[in-house]
């Protein structure tokens, strides 16, 4: 980004690299330095810092208290050495992955986990929110996570493809993300994606701002929500009846299909997933489920798939369906042609560079330990509420460590788990939690101690565009001097080792500060680049020129075709599973007996859908919103372009809303045996009847004197915290119900963004 500053302010700000399609996101950095909503200076809970051994009070309840920086990291330190004595390296949860900033340097977890690394260890985690099923099923069925993969590229899908389909993605809103889509190459792509007329189809309980985007050129297909592979069932038992499955590619590039085709035809069963069964579930008709198998078959079809439909219960099922849907077209390896798991995120179609490209710190000192434990990240409330319980993850049996202590640095935990109530209920049970942050978040008004953290524009960094594409590397200068109180995470956790033991601060950062650590990532990349012919620039040019430099693309890069190898030569090319092959039936799966995750793709009824709803209630889609990263940016004057009634919007159909008195702008009451929030009516005709729309990362702000209603409408009040299944215990938002009607209570003004009391 460019920024307009005179050194003290920030004035505006905007995207550094051309682009046809502005990035809402880029204007807010006067928003993220200057916001009301910053932590100033470090501050502990009132009830914690009068007892440190024995805390008074309730998190999320309490005022607080500011202290100096040299107060806070003596008293972290002490608790923090005595709960490791006491319980062990396991007691202390560092496993958090946070957001992410675009530099190499100051990455919040990194550094937590270095430190961590250098105090003797930490129950670390496993798997990540945003693919929690997929990254865990994919290396079953294709040897690799897939889902963070470079996919086959942009040239030759507009080259080859006949047919796109977006099932469950939106890449307009997901290609904004700055740390991963930099380049801003994705939404350009999308743009001549449009402009080709192609056959353009997106699958999606809502029609999406890319719906919105591809207009006419797309067609809008809305199953239930949680039904996915229901609709994939219908279409591959179509193209079974009418003999369009390849039978060829099945038998030489996967493994198991045989085993499937039995449950598919009902032959195991006596029940046929066919387009009419399929029909009943999904709420799609037979006679469209019947044209898509007609389409897909006889086009050359690429399916665009994103990560909303994993997070659901069963979700591990939705990509395996999708992918044995791929190979039943048997187009997997052509230019063009079979699937995708990353499009909508870090451009991942695009033509690579022949990248110089820096090193980053790493999360583990020389002779420190790594994480002792490790549990899977949107399982941390069931570890909370059960130390020492066994349960399974991935073919194994695991037991949950008992934690006392927790740190969270770069993430906010309290947007981005399900069912808020429980969580603030477990958050209760630790001895310490630590939060570092920029902002006020519901998180920082739930810790212990909280610690001021820079923004990125506090602080000097490298950081490359694009997480394939490597188009660019780019110096991140420091814009304005850190406000307030507010240090580096880097710096702060110096500090703190330097107490850990004599020299502490020499092992943590290597005898290197901020600029001399750049300059040794740098000249890692400099000597990199002179092997593959990528001249740059000494580090003090680089710096002093404040210019980004472009990569060369790499010739062969445009021709890229995932599995393109592999399906040319199955044996030479091996897939990296146990036949080699894309495994539609998965004996190692079929080993562990978990109900919850069968051996090959089956639609499993989920607990709360559209099929088991009781009267009136509506099913709750909690996608990612349009002018904000998850939580971040939610306190920015962006809110403005889409806040309804002050509050997060809820959309709704008109059929919906009629029924319940409800028009556009109103206030609404939404909840469920979980929780309740009140938000502002987007009344629609562009979201399927029975389904509502509240976007995730909405700060909570919940009021104990009106039974923990939650005034500004986050939506993980009301989400259902299941795992996924036991195989991958990923996160399950997508699997709840909820009722609405029109609010009649009280005035309730928001406070989300108000910083806490302080005493």
């Known amino acids: 980004m460019l920024v307009e500053t005179d050194g003290e302010q920030v004035f505006s ?16 950095v006067r928003d993220q330095v200057h916001s009301k909503t910053r932590v100033r200076w470090p501050m502990v809970r009132k009830g914690f810092l009068t007892s440190p051994d024995k805390p008074q009070g309730v998190r999320g309840q309490d005022e607080y208290v500011r202290v100096s920086w040299e107060e806070a990291l003596d008293l972290i330190h002490a608790q923090h050495q005595r709960i490791r004595a006491s319980h062990g390296p396991a ?19 990194t550094l937590l986990q270095r430190y961590m690394s250098q105090a003797g260890g930490y129950t670390g985690h496993l798997g990540d929110y945003s693919t929690g099923a997929a990254q865990v099923i994919m290396p079953y069925v294709v040897g690799s996570n897939e889902v963070y993969q470079q996919q086959t590229s942009w040239p030759l899908v507009l080259e080859h493809s006949e047919v796109v389909v977006l099932w469950s993605a939106n890449p307009l809103n997901t290609l904004k993300i700055a740390w991963n889509a930099s380049d801003e190459q994705g939404i350009g792509f999308f743009e001549q994606l449009k402009q080709s007329g192609k056959r353009l189809i997106c699958i999606d309980p809502m029609r999406s701002e890319t719906a919105a985007f591809l207009g006419d050129s797309a ?14 069932l219908g279409i591959a038992h179509t193209l079974v009846e009418n003999g369009w499955h390849d039978r060829a590619f099945l038998d030489s590039c996967t493994h198991g299909y045989d085993i499937f085709e039995r449950y598919l035809t009902g032959r195991d069963d006596g029940v046929a997933k066919n387009a009419e069964w399929a029909a009943a579930i999904c709420g799609v008709s037979g006679d469209k489920i019947r044209e898509l198998a007609d389409i897909f078959r006889h086009h050359r079809t690429m399916l665009m798939a994103g990560w909303g439909m994993q997070r659901q219960q069963y979700g591990e099922q939705k990509h395996w369906m999708l992918i044995t849907l791929a190979a039943m077209l048997g187009q997997i390896g052509l230019p063009g042609g079979g699937f995708g798991l990353s499009y909508h995120f870090a451009n ?16 583990r000192v020389a002779g420190g330990s790594d994480a002792v434990e490790r549990i899977p990240v949107a399982r941390i409330v069931e570890a909370l509420e059960n130390p020492g319980g066994v349960y399974q993850h991935n073919g194994e049996t695991r037991q949950f460590p008992d934690i006392r202590m927790v740190w969270w640095a770069g993430g906010g935990n309290f947007t981005h788990h399900q069912d808020t109530n429980r969580l603030i209920a477990a958050w209760q049970k630790p001895e310490l939690v630590v939060i570092s942050e920029c902002f006020w978040t519901a998180a920082a008004k739930h810790a212990d101690i909280v610690l001021p953290i820079t923004t990125s524009f506090e602080r000097n960094d490298l950081t490359m565009t694009g997480d394939y594409s490597q188009q660019h590397l780019v110096p991140m200068k420091q814009v304005v001097a850190p406000q307030f109180g507010a240090r580096n995470d880097f710096d702060v956790f110096a500090s703190l080792a330097e107490r850990l033991e004599q020299g502490g601060r020499e092992r943590f950062t290597e005898g290197r500060d901020e600029m001399a650590w750049l300059n040794y990532f740098y000249d890692v990349a400099r000597k990199q680049g002179e092997a593959r012919g990528v001249a740059l620039p000494e580090f003090s040019a680089f710096w002093a020129a404040n210019q980004i430099v472009e990569m060369p693309e790499d010739e062969n890069s445009a021709r890229f075709v995932r599995f393109g190898d592999f399906r040319a030569d199955p044996q030479g090319h091996p897939l990296k599973t146990p036949s080699g092959k894309i495994e539609i039936y998965s004996e190692r799966i079929a080993a562990y007996g978990y109900a919850d995750c069968p051996p090959h793709p089956r639609w499993l009824a989920p607990d709360e859908w559209h099929g088991n709803a009781r009267e009136g209630q509506l099913q709750l889609l909690s996608s990612h919103p349009a002018h904000r990263l998850h939580s971040q940016l939610n306190y920015a004057q962006l809110r403005e372009r889409y806040a309804v009634a002050g509050r997060e919007p809820v959309t709704l159909h008109p059929l919906d809303a009629a029924a319940r008195g409800i028009a556009d702008g109103d206030v609404v009451r939404v909840w469920n045996q979980r929780g309740q929030v009140l938000a502002g009516a987007q009344v629609t005709a562009d979201i399927k009847p029975g389904v509502i729309c509240i976007h995730e990362g909405g700060w909570p702000d919940l009021a104990p004197e009106a039974g923990n209603l939650c005034r500004h409408g986050a939506v993980n009040v009301l989400t259902l915290d299941i795992p996924t299944s036991r195989l991958a215990n990923g996160c399950a938002a997508n699997s709840s119900l909820v009722w609405l009607e029109k609010y009649q209570g009280p005035e309730m003004p928001v406070r989300a963004f108000d910083p806490p009391a302080t005493a």
């Open 91 to 109: 007691a202390i949860f560092a496993g958090s992955y946070g957001w992410r900033s675009n530099g190499i340097l100051h990455k919040a977890a």
């Open 219 to 232: 067609e809008w297909v809305a199953p239930h929500m949680g039904s996915d592979v229901a609709l994939m």
């Open 348 to 363: 991942g179609g695009n033509p690579t560079r022949r990248a110089a490209v820096p090193a980053s710190m790493q999360g």
């Open 13 to 28: 700000s905007t995207g550094a690299l051309a682009s046809v399609h502005p990035n809402s996101l880029q204007s807010a």
